[in-house]
């Protein structure tokens, strides 16, 4: 039994929990890249990511059975070429299945992590980033989210609670359990948001937007006095409620992320000193390699401040 295939690609995964639980996976990178040059983590560093990989292995592991290959000697003996077109073969199917575009890039991460392991010879193929596009581009495509049309009339029908966290997002672009992790430093007029997606930590800087500030930071401690995360039910569906009555489409709270990013955009756009001293605290300088773009500048700050790495991931919210 131990040597099925679905067993040793899951004790890969055991072996790379074990090593990456407990450690900062920054940091990690930043000595790999030291090391090799390539600023990657090899390991697995939450049990949430786990559990993902484990339920996409284990998929692919019952996509190879239906192709006969049930133990790793069945896995040993395909050709380089044989495997490669498995693989392909199984993505396509996932595509064609309906599974999204962002599930897909899971399970190409999962079989980067455990199938390269097993058949090292299958890790270019796999890395390969026309591959890994033509893979997950099939998928289906998510649903673009946008700013309500009219979102004051939809604060404007919500309880009290309920229009406080939607201007609390509004005001900083948070993911809505971000608030509940935020720590508020009056004296620095700046936000700290503690494990946030990806377990990351990121900062949140007004010192030129000091009035958005003192409101933002009211909002959060009173929120967090009133566990508010223990109510998001309600909450969507007060804000489903609002939608409905003023007749627009109901597109939950990740709106008002939307319509942060579309006014931060061309507030950072117009403060050429504000965008300067944010690159330098973000430590974004490698990622501005025109100091005259005023757009890719403020495309890489609001980036960070939406909690992401990629640049181009902002202009998804603007755009």
């Given at each position: 039994?131990?040597?099925?295939?679905?067993?040793?690609?899951?004790?890969?995964?055991?072996?790379?929990?074990?090593?990456?639980?407990?450690?900062?996976?920054?940091?990690l990178k930043r000595e790999m890249e030291k090391l090799t040059g390539i600023k990657q983590s090899y390991f697995i560093h939450t049990s949430?990511?786990?559990?993902?990989?484990?339920?996409?292995?284990?998929?692919?592991?019952?996509?190879?059975?239906?192709?006969?290959?049930?133990?790793?000697?069945?896995?040993?003996?395909?050709?380089?070429?044989?495997?490669?077109?498995?693989?392909?073969?199984?993505?396509?199917?996932?595509?064609?299945?309906?599974?999204?575009?962002?599930?897909?890039?899971?399970?190409?991460?999962?079989?980067?992590?455990?199938?390269?392991?097993?058949?090292?010879?299958?890790?270019?193929?796999?890395?390969?980033?026309?591959?890994?596009?033509?893979?997950?581009?099939?998928?289906?495509?998510?649903?673009?989210?946008?700013?309500?049309?009219?979102?004051?009339?939809?604060?404007?029908?919500?309880?009290?609670?309920?229009?406080?966290?939607?201007?609390?997002?509004?005001?900083?672009?948070?993911?809505?359990r971000e608030i509940a992790k935020a720590k508020v430093d009056r004296s620095e007029y700046k936000i700290v948001i503690h494990k946030a997606?990806?377990?990351?930590?990121?900062?949140?800087?007004?010192?030129?937007?000091?009035?958005?500030?003192?409101?933002?930071?009211?909002?959060?401690?009173?929120?967090?006095?009133?566990?508010?995360?223990?109510?998001?039910?309600?909450?969507?569906?007060?804000?489903?409620?609002?939608?409905?009555?003023?007749?627009?489409?109901?597109?939950?709270?990740?709106s008002f992320r939307h319509e942060y990013a579309e006014h931060r955009i061309e507030e950072l756009k117009r403060n050429e000193e504000e965008?300067?001293?944010?690159?330098?605290?973000?430590?974004?300088?490698?990622?501005?390699?025109?100091?005259?773009?005023?757009?890719?500048?403020?495309?890489?700050?609001?980036?960070?401040?939406?909690?992401?790495?990629?640049?181009?991931?902002?202009?998804?919210?603007?755009?």
């Open positions: 039994m131990e040597n099925k295939v679905r067993y040793v690609l899951k004790h890969v995964l055991d072996d790379l929990y074990s090593l990456g639980k407990g450690t900062k996976r920054g940091q949430k990511t786990k559990v993902r990989y484990e339920q996409a292995v284990m998929r692919f592991c019952d996509y190879l059975e239906s192709q006969g290959i049930k133990r790793e000697k069945h896995l040993d003996k395909i050709s380089t070429e044989e495997l490669q077109k498995i693989v392909d073969n199984y993505f396509k199917e996932l595509a064609q299945k309906g599974l999204s575009q962002s599930t897909i890039k899971i399970h190409i991460a999962a079989l980067e992590k455990t199938l390269e392991v097993v058949r090292p010879d299958i890790k270019q193929y796999l890395e390969n980033d026309t591959n890994r596009v033509g893979w997950w581009s099939e998928g289906r495509a998510p649903r673009k989210r946008e700013p309500y049309a009219d979102p004051e009339a939809i604060r404007g029908r919500l309880n009290e609670t309920h229009r406080m966290i939607a201007e609390a997002q509004t005001l900083a672009g948070f993911r809505i997606k990806g377990g990351r930590t990121r900062e949140l800087f007004f010192q030129h937007r000091k009035e958005d500030f003192e409101k933002l930071a009211n909002l959060i401690e009173k929120l967090q006095e009133r566990h508010y995360e223990k109510h998001l039910k309600d909450y969507y569906r007060d804000l489903k409620n609002a939608a409905k009555a003023t007749g627009q489409a109901y597109n939950a709270s990740h965008r300067r001293e944010l690159i330098e605290k973000y430590n974004i300088e490698d990622k501005v390699k025109d100091n005259n773009d005023a757009e890719r500048e403020s495309d890489a700050v609001l980036t960070q401040e939406l909690g992401h790495n990629r640049i181009k991931m902002s202009r998804y919210y603007y755009r």
